[in-house]
C-alpha cells in the first residue's frame, strides 16, 4: 500500500499525524501533512492506521493506493 497527501486539499487539521504519527508528518510553515515514509510506502503494520487516517480527513487529502 501506497499514500500520499494532496497538496492542494490538506487544510492543516492535524487528524492523520495524530492518528499515525508514524507515517504523517506536518510542515513547519503551514502545518501541512506530508508522508514520512520512503515513496509513500506504508509497512503493513500500518496500514490500518493509515486508512483510518484517511478516513478521519475532513478534507478526503489522504490518498490510498
Given at each position: 500500500?501506497?499514500?500520499c497527501v494532496d497538496p492542494g486539499l490538506c487544510q492543516g487539521h492535524t487528524l492523520c499525524a495524530m492518528t499515525a504519527p508514524e507515517l504523517f508528518?506536518?510542515?513547519d510553515e503551514d502545518g501541512?501533512?506530508?508522508v514520512l515514509t520512503e515513496a509513500g510506502e506504508v509497512p503493513p503494520e500500518l496500514e490500518d492506521k493509515a486508512r483510518e487516517a484517511a478516513r478521519s480527513c475532513p478534507e478526503q487529502a489522504i490518498v490510498l493506493s
Open positions: 500500500m501506497k499514500v508528518g506536518l510542515g501541512h501533512a506530508y
